[in-house]
């Protein structure tokens, strides 16, 4: 699978969650795959988030200049 | 001694027979211990093909005569256009010229007598040399000389107050040391001219103390200003003066009075440098600490601004994913199989409907830890759904 941004993931996230919510009955076998599809995008998110959080506490130690 | 050598002499000249050659070499060499100065009016003054210059000084008071010779290359030095009647000092000694058995006074330098005199022939040569002095001969003085070539007396004020007031700008200084009194100084500034034009130097620089118009007469001689204005750099001269200008300043591409003034005219275009590179030096300054502040500034915003917005941002994304786990969490199926929930399926498609199976079919029930695998025996329609 080829990586997605960020945004891409939260865009796709958003689309998902969208989904879940606008269902009146929610088709199992299609909520499961959502599911899935969910997760493996979390999973990547939260590692992209992590390295974000990690480049902006080195940026805000070094910018610690005075 | 004297009287040991006078006894000799004596003793010689009353046993010995002298020839007329050996007697005249005897008299010339007791004669040269009467070289001096002697004052008179000159008369039946004639100049040879050769250009040496024949006269005779005749005495003011009782018209005693004494003949003279001067050689061409003195008189031409001599700075004093010798003529009838005119009244000079002569320096030198007798010498008796053997083919004759005449005796003649050697001229070795020649200057007027009197002020009047000194003042008119003054006069009469700068007029003749007055295109020399004009402005459209003078050549500026190189800015930031470093090369110095001076010439004056080693004796005396005047070298010690130009060198107390040159500036500490890495001079290097050549001088020559000169005569620069009275008539005999002439000899000695040629000299050093000479001397200095071979020299390496960026300006020259000669100097002496005031004095009057007789002591300047070295100042005033044409050679001397002939050789001042061929020099191959700019000239600077600080003779100081009365009344009139020394020649020698008016032929100077730069007169100044005193040694200080020439040493303060070396020094500004120095000064001016120092100057300049003090107002560029508190410029850069000023525009380092404008761009200091300007960079405190930026980092201000970067830190309490831009960081923040980002921070805010990253806790936005991450309330984000939170929420959209949650979401996600709550809507697993698989979620509800741990409250007792069970999916089932038939060839791994979900059963939604009685339907969907048939008698005999085997399902697979899949609860929260593993997979039940059923045969169907009876199909039921629930009351509520028919």
């Known amino acids: 699978m080829k990586e997605k941004n960020l945004n891409q993931n939260l865009k796709k996230l958003n689309e998902i969650v969208d989904w879940f919510e606008s269902q009146e009955e929610i088709d199992v076998e299609i909520a499961l795959n959502k599911v899935k599809e969910a997760t493996e995008i979390l999973k990547e998110a939260k590692k992209r988030l992590k390295k974000v959080e990690n480049e902006f506490e080195e940026i805000k130690k070094g910018a610690d200049f005075e | ?3 040991k050598s006078e006894s000799y002499i004596k003793e010689i000249l009353s046993t010995r027979v002298f020839s007329v050659s050996a007697y005249l070499d005897l008299l010339n060499t007791l004669l ?5 100065r002697v004052v008179g009016e000159i008369f039946e003054f004639k100049r040879a093909q050769s250009g040496h210059a024949y006269f005779s000084l005749k005495d003011k008071k009782d018209g005693s005569v004494l003949n003279c010779v001067i050689w061409n290359s003195v008189y031409n030095l001599c700075g004093v256009e010798l003529k009838q009647g005119l009244e000079v000092i002569v320096s030198g000694e007798p010498d008796i010229y053997k083919p004759r058995g005449e005796i003649k006074f050697k001229v070795s330098s020649v200057q007027l007598k009197g002020e009047g005199e000194l003042k008119k022939q003054y006069d009469e040569l700068k007029k003749k040399l007055g295109y020399l002095f004009v402005e459209e001969k003078k050549r500026p003085i190189p800015e930031l000389p470093s090369r110095i070539g001076i010439i004056t007396s080693k004796r005396g004020a005047v070298i010690n107050d130009f060198l107390n007031n040159l500036g500490c700008y890495g001079f290097g200084i050549k001088m020559v040391d000169s005569r620069v009194e009275g008539q005999e100084a002439l000899k000695d500034l040629l000299l050093s001219l000479r001397t200095l034009k071979k020299q390496k130097i ?12 007789e002591s300047f007469l070295a100042f005033n001689n044409e050679a001397l200003v002939r050789e001042l204005t061929g020099f191959p750099v700019p000239t600077i001269v600080a003779v100081g003066h009365d009344k009139d200008v020394p020649l020698l300043a008016l032929a100077a591409d730069k007169m100044v009075s005193t040694p200080t003034a020439a040493a303060n005219l070396l020094n500004q275009s120095w000064q001016r440098l120092e100057w300049e590179l003090k107002e560029k030096e508190a410029s850069v300054f000023s525009f380092l600490s404008s761009f200091f502040e300007k960079f405190k500034l930026l980092e201000y915003k970067v830190k309490e601004g831009l960081l923040r917005i980002i921070e805010g941002e990253i806790n936005d994304l991450k309330t984000r994913i939170e929420r959209f786990q949650s979401v996600v969490l709550s809507n697993d199926p698989e979620r509800n199989l741990a409250l007792g929930y069970s999916i089932a399926r038939k060839s791994g498609k979900i059963i939604r409907s009685i339907e969907d199976i048939k008698i005999d079919d085997v399902i697979d029930l899949e ?3 593993g997979i039940i695998k059923s045969k169907v025996n009876e199909r039921k329609k629930s009351k509520s759904k028919s």
């Open chain 2, 367 to 369: 609860v929260s830890d």
């Open chain 2, 32 to 36: 040269q211990a009467c070289k001096t």
């Open chain 2, 1 to 3: 001694m004297k009287e």
């Open chain 2, 202 to 213: 960026d300006v020259l620089v000669i100097m002496r103390g005031g004095g009057s118009l």
